[in-house]
């Protein structure tokens, strides 16, 4: 029997024992309730209320312009979909990067207005002390290193990170200090397998992969490109498991067809 299988309600606890057992951490993104209901529904460990809900949802280019009102309304709605997952919301760009009380304040005021269970920030040293304080008042917190897409005009691409020697040495100290602050997880993008499989190996709490090769002890991927509802992102690290964007435009035709032949609604569609 699989850790996963044996409990009601996926904790911080649960994905630790799961690292040990070697069982793979599942993880996707939602940002409202319906979808929230499919993938809880469907044996998911791990939500992530991404902030890629900016590009996603809200159609920007980038991750930076989402607020905190926003994360917390799509948050709210995705823990009214769930019975199982831990949810996983991310802090917005701004609301913890300034200072540790600022970034104190923000995360005490997701886990206040959403029910989240814990909450997602960016970097490594430079937010250590925030991630310290968030964690001492009870807050679970998932790091995240590599492609860190709201350092993206840091960057100037959002090309693989961390091939240059320095920069994956900073890396490989990042995610000791991230485990060492407390974090509970540390998301793993866009980094070369091999790096990301060392840093796995080296540190107690597990890692979550994207484009980041097989050995993170867990995947999460983007809702809306794993299940093709976004058809033009189509990057290497990428599978994609439907093609809702086609289907609901065949939907979409067939429906405005019907109504201009007159053939919906029928005798059996009215009152
Ligand atoms: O916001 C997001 O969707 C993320 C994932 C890419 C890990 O941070």
Do not use: W
């Not at 979808?35 to 809900?53: E, H, P, T, W």
């Not at 900016?54 to 926003?70: C, F, H, K, R």
């Not at 799509?74 to 199982?84: F, K, L, M």
């Not at 207005?113 to 001492?136: L, N, W």
């Amino acid at each position: 029997m699989s850790v996963n299988k044996e409990i009601k309600k996926v904790t911080t606890n649960t994905l630790q024992k799961m690292k040990a057992a070697g069982e793979k951490i599942t993880m996707l993104t939602a940002y409202d309730f319906s979808f929230a209901k499919i993938i809880d529904g469907a044996g998911i460990d791990v939500i992530l209320v991404g902030d890629s809900a900016s590009n996603v949802m809200a159609g920007n280019e980038t991750t930076l312009p989402i607020t905190m009102d926003q994360m917390i309304y799509h948050a709210t709605s995705v823990i009214r979909g769930i019975d199982r997952c831990l949810v996983v919301v991310d802090m917005p760009f701004g609301s913890y990067q300034s200072n540790s009380d600022i970034a104190l304040a923000s995360a005490i005021r997701i886990m206040k207005e959403t029910g989240g269970h814990s909450v997602k920030m960016e970097g490594g040293a430079e937010v250590v002390d925030a991630i310290k304080r968030i964690v001492s008042a009870g807050i679970p917190v998932m790091g995240h290193l590599g492609l860190t897409p709201q350092s993206i005009y840091k960057f100037g691409t959002y090309t693989v990170r961390a091939k240059e020697k320095d920069e994956a040495n900073k890396l490989r100290k990042d995610a000791k200090l991230l485990e060492e602050a407390g974090c509970f997880a540390i998301v793993l993008e866009k980094i070369p397998a091999e790096l990301a499989k060392e840093v796995s190996e080296s540190i107690a709490i597990p890692t979550i992969g994207i484009g980041a090769g097989g050995d993170c002890d867990g995947q999460v991927l983007v809702m809306h490109d794993m299940l093709g509802i976004n058809t033009e992102f189509k990057p290497r690290f990428l599978r994609q498991y439907l093609n809702i964007h086609e289907q609901a435009t065949g939907a979409v035709q067939q429906y405005i067809k019907d109504v201009k032949s007159k053939d919906f609604p029928g005798k059996n569609e009215q009152y």
